[in-house]
């Protein structure tokens, strides 16, 4: 019974244009172990037995939030089912991970590293080594640099199609960057593959979101920017993080330009809304400066 009703909910959301993967895995999982216990109706104290088992509270309380907007739907209509509630495990504020803001000498590093990637002779190094610096350059996601075809690659600039939020966006590339672009195309354009993706393996194939971080650890390791495998240090995602800090750094640092600015820098990266920009931007020496010299304005009563 179960399973049919996840089946009808699942088919409801794709049919709305959502992708359901990652809800839809955790609930068959949840399904399968309360059918397991031969229950057919959704229970609290189900629901909080195999939240309980994922190794994290972040996964834990993830597991709960996904039942309980089944249980929800459920619920509308079947009052047998329970609806657990959000703080059934506690309450959990959202931790958000200190970002590594790398610096212009990282990025260099990073990128010559991923040049001297093998094997000898293969479109492999160059690959990695634009993908890494389009992503710092632009800020773009992972999964977007890894998503561009051929034909996204326009005179002006990538278009960034049908992303996190279903939703296009061209980005403008600078002139080093549009140049940098240039020179991998020459030697995309002649290798031999049957994938329109911009980058490609050195077997000519797109490339698959767990190789990329692999090989990006790798390189990161290489430079010395982070230790052994099973230990923490800067991410990928982090250029993201220091694309969004260091277009800030450099904007005229008056209250209405920062406000535009934001809002742009919100469209450049692709948010839904601006708030989520906020989540990357981290503090640095220059901002610091920044706000302490504009408190000093305030309390001075200048215009900021």
């Known amino acids: 019974m179960l399973r049919q009703l996840l089946a009808d909910h699942a088919a409801l959301h794709r049919a709305l244009g959502l992708k359901?993967?990652?809800?839809?895995?955790?609930?068959?999982?949840?399904?399968?172990?309360?059918?397991?216990?031969?229950?057919?109706?959704?229970?609290?104290?189900?629901?909080?037995?195999?939240?309980?088992?994922?190794?994290s509270p972040e996964q834990r309380r993830n597991r709960l939030l996904t039942v309980r907007r089944f249980a929800l739907s459920l619920h509308a209509e079947d009052p047998r089912h329970e609806v657990p509630s959000a703080d059934l495990l506690g309450r959990a504020s959202r931790r958000r991970r200190t970002p590594y803001i790398y610096s212009p000498g990282d990025i260099r590093q990073l990128i010559d590293a991923a040049h001297r990637l093998g094997p000898d002779g293969s479109i492999r190094p160059l690959t990695y080594a634009t993908m890494f610096g389009l992503i710092a350059a632009t800020g773009m996601r992972v999964s977007e640099a890894i998503a561009i075809r051929l034909p996204d690659v326009t005179d002006d600039g990538l278009i960034i199609a049908q992303t996190k939020f279903k939703k296009s966006r061209l980005l403008p590339l600078h002139l080093s960057t549009q140049r940098a672009l240039d020179g991998y195309l020459a030697t995309r354009l002649k290798a031999a593959s049957q994938s329109d993706a911009l980058f490609i393996s050195h077997q000519g194939t797109s490339l698959a979101y767990p190789t990329v971080i692999t090989v990006f650890l790798q390189v990161i390791r290489s430079i010395g920017l982070r230790g052994a495998a099973g230990s923490r240090g800067p991410r990928i995602h982090d250029l993201r993080h220091t694309f969004a800090v260091r277009s800030l750094e450099r904007c005229a640092h008056d209250a209405k330009a920062v406000a535009r600015h934001i809002t742009a820098l919100s469209t450049y990266l692709g948010h839904a809304h601006v708030t989520d920009t906020y989540w990357y931007l981290q503090a640095t020496p220059e901002l610091m400066a920044h706000m302490a010299a504009a408190g000093e304005a305030l309390h001075r009563g200048t215009p900021v």
Request: net charge neutral.
């Open 20 to 55: 359901f993967r990652t809800p839809g895995i955790l609930l068959r999982n949840f399904v399968a172990f309360a059918e397991q216990r031969g229950e057919h109706v959704i229970t609290a104290a189900t629901v909080q037995e195999w939240a309980l088992q994922a190794p």
